[in-house]
């Protein structure tokens, strides 16, 4: 059998399963409740944080609610038998039922039948549907022509039609679209919902999986559902029948490896330059980029700033339990201050390697300034005395 990706086979199948949407879905459940249901709704929200498995939820909730669970149901509409509301479900989750029409602007071959699309939307729904519902993913895209019999629709909308508009791009929504429409903003996924999410499909699926490697992938997604479960597809197919571990993505996404983070960290704690030039050195020849070096060790001083300050058990630490142990040995070595200083230095070596003549001679000298952090602070302590806090301009 081909395999579907992850993405598509764990798409949520009830509004309590939308993860970290659970203010749009309460107000939508609302609404349907309470007989309130606008005739255009604009989802707003990056990639992968659910919009259109939303909004096919809310088109099965009001075209099938006996398909769901945690859909309200209505008490005085004719609504047909379960199984053909089921087989309506289903064909709506799959994004080819009659009467929730998806339309995908952003793929240029529908841009053209979408402006017929929407001005045939006042024809009645058909085969005992309630509301014909339209889907308009990536709004923004579509053509001049499209958006004007949209807004035609829009101005004087048919009863049984309703629309439900997708982006990623709000600002490119025309505002005479936008006023016409109830907006939801659909928030970046906590990282934490998308770790719990992960584990349940890496249960699911009964992959043998370290901890670390979950939370990585969840933090990696960047708030986005979607992409998390990508990475681990990824994953998944580079591990082949092994177990997944961080050192599968990491050789996988050509990351540098956590251990060689820690010992240049370490070693700059220690105040050994040598030491931490040759772990920089280290990282380097395994042929991680020196972008790639810097951007990781930001994240890990952050993590030890976070544990510093916070403490290992705090929920702002994002990381497994295991990860949280070794992260607190080796914070133990700074106080809070140093680390704020380390990932400052670290992100102007980011920020000025990009123009520099020579980008390893500032990862070099920022390394050894790193490791030198402890004495500088004494000396800038000394200074601190005899500096005047307001820099002389050059005339
Ligand atoms: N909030 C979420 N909770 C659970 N899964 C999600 C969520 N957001 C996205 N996904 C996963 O990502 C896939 C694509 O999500 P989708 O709803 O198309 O996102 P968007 O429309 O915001 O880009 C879904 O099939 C699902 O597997
Ligand atoms: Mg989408």
Redesign the pocket.
């Known amino acids: 059998m081909a395999y579907t990706v992850?993405?598509?086979?764990?798409?949520?199948q009830a509004f309590g399963?939308?993860?970290?949407?659970d203010a749009v879905a309460q107000t939508l459940k609302n609404a349907i409740q309470r007989d309130r249901v606008a005739h255009a709704y604009l989802?707003c929200?990056?990639?992968?944080?659910?919009?259109?498995?939303?909004?096919?939820l809310f088109a099965r909730a009001l075209n099938a609610p006996a398909t769901m669970p945690d859909a309200p149901q209505p008490s005085d509409v004719e609504l047909p038998e379960t199984d053909v509301q089921q087989r309506m479900a289903d064909a709506i989750m799959r994004g080819d039922d009659l009467n929730v029409i998806e339309i995908d602007a952003a793929s240029n071959n529908s841009v053209d039948n979408a402006r017929e699309l929407i001005a045939n939307a006042g024809l009645a729904p058909t085969a005992n549907a309630r509301f014909k519902i339209y889907i308009i993913?990536e709004v923004h895209m579509l053509s001049n022509q499209a958006f004007n019999a949209l807004l035609k629709t829009m101005e004087e909308p048919p009863e049984h039609v309703k629309f439900i508009l997708?982006t990623?791009d709000p600002h490119k929504v025309p505002p005479t679209i936008q006023s016409r429409c109830q907006r939801f903003d659909?928030p970046a996924?906590p990282t934490a919902?998308i770790t719990e999410?992960l584990k349940a499909v890496v249960n699911a699926e009964s992959l043998d999986a370290e901890d670390d490697l979950v939370y990585t992938v969840a933090r990696l997604g960047n708030g986005?559902?979607?992409d998390a479960?990508s990475l681990l597809d990824r994953v998944i197919a580079a591990a082949g029948d092994d177990k997944l571990t961080v050192t599968t993505l990491e050789t996988l996404l050509g990351l540098p490896e956590t251990d060689l983070i820690d010992n240049l960290v370490n070693a700059a704690a220690q105040g050994d330059v040598a030491a931490t030039l040759r772990a920089g050195h280290d990282l380097l020849a395994r042929g991680v980029s020196q972008e790639q070096v810097v951007e990781t060790l930001i994240e890990r001083l952050r993590q030890l700033m976070l544990v510093a300050a916070c403490g290992p058990d705090a929920d702002v630490v994002e990381l497994s339990d295991e990860a949280r142990k070794t992260t607190a040995q080796l914070a133990a070595h700074f106080d809070t201050d140093a680390l704020v200083y380390l990932i400052t230095l670290a992100d102007n070596l980011q920020r000025h390697a990009k123009q520099s003549a020579n980008p390893r001679a500032l990862f070099d000298a920022v390394l050894a300034r790193m490791a030198l952090a402890e004495k500088m602070a004494d000396v800038a302590a000394i200074l601190a005395g005899n500096t005047t806090p307001t820099q002389k301009k050059k005339p």
Do not use: E, N, P, W
């Open positions: 992850l993405a598509r086979r764990y798409r949520s399963d939308v993860v970290g949407q989802f929200g990056t990639r992968g944080v659910g919009k259109t498995s939303m909004a096919r993913d997708c990623t659909f996924i919902r999410h986005s559902m979607r479960l």
